[in-house]
T-cell receptor, first 114, second 115 residues
Framework: QQQVKQSPQSLIVQKGGISIINCAYE??????FPWYQQFPGKGPALLIA?????SEKKEGRFTISFNKSAKQFSLHIMDSQPGDSATYFC?????????????FGTGTSLTVIP | NAGVMQNPRHLVRRRGQEARLRCSPM?????VYWYRQLPEEGLKFMVYLQKENIIDESGMPKERFSAEFPKEGPSILRIQQVVRGDSAAYFCASSPISHGDTEAFFGQGTRLTVV
């Protein structure tokens, strides 16, 4: 059972365009939602994260939009660059629980073409 | 400050052998997490450890898999009698506190191939 559903599986965007990746969840106990970026052969690295008390968070060209009522959140990459080509994972966790684990989406392979 | 160090980066084992994966957390981090990544899939939680304690192993297969994080030395993920289905990338992450509240830093992973 996939706790966090991510789409699309792959995405091709022109340089300068906007990349949008969507995630949805069911467990209302989740209250921390990070996005990780992973390059081939590397480990995932935290890109940006949000808590559900805000609807949007922006860091440079990266923005998370969060819709608590719909239980959805998305990553927007503005002015996409070839260097952004990577696999992106959304995740969710329940801080403070003994689980302390992240539930990851299945990933989106982003290719930004020049 | 070195990041999370995993070794080996690549490991090839024949079916039935043991695989031993090592993870040295970042300096000052006492929380370690192991995740498994299968091709075309996201990372799946396996186990969460603090020094000398297994806190949550709910994602760990019941047989053949074990993990430890001793007082001294790296965390070890051990897979006994490996099978082809164990072929995957295994990532370790560490955090200074339980990572539900803060960033977890991932290592570069160990890619296990069972032949």
């Amino acid at each position: 059972q996939q706790q966090v559903k991510q789409s699309p599986q792959s995405l091709i965007v022109q340089k300068g365009g906007i990349s949008i990746i969507n995630c949805a969840y069911e467990n209302t106990a989740f209250d921390y939602f990070p996005w990780y970026q992973q390059f081939p052969g590397k480990g995932p690295a935290l890109l940006i994260a949000i808590r559900p008390d805000v609807s949007e968070k922006k860091e440079g060209r990266f923005t998370i939009s969060f819709n608590k009522s719909a239980k959805q959140f998305s990553l927007h990459i503005m002015d996409s660059q070839p260097g952004d080509s990577a696999t992106y994972f959304c995740a969710a966790s329940i801080p403070g629980s003994t689980g302390n684990q992240f539930y990851f989406g299945t990933g989106t392979s982003l290719t930004v073409i020049p | 400050n070195a990041g999370v160090m995993q070794n080996p980066r690549h490991l090839v084992r024949r079916r039935g052998q043991e695989a031993r994966l090592r993870c040295s957390p970042m300096k000052g981090h006492s929380h370690v997490y192991w995740y498994r990544q299968l091709p075309e899939e996201g990372l799946k939680f396996m186990v969460y450890l603090q020094k000398e304690n297994i806190i949550d192993e709910s994602g760990m297969p019941k047989e053949r898999f074990s993990a430890e994080f001793p007082k001294e030395g790296p965390s070890i993920l051990r897979i006994q009698q490996v099978v082809r289905g164990d072929s995957a990338a295994y990532f370790c992450a560490s955090s200074p506190i339980s990572h539900g509240d803060t960033e977890a830093f991932f290592g570069q992973g160990t890619r296990l191939t069972v032949v």
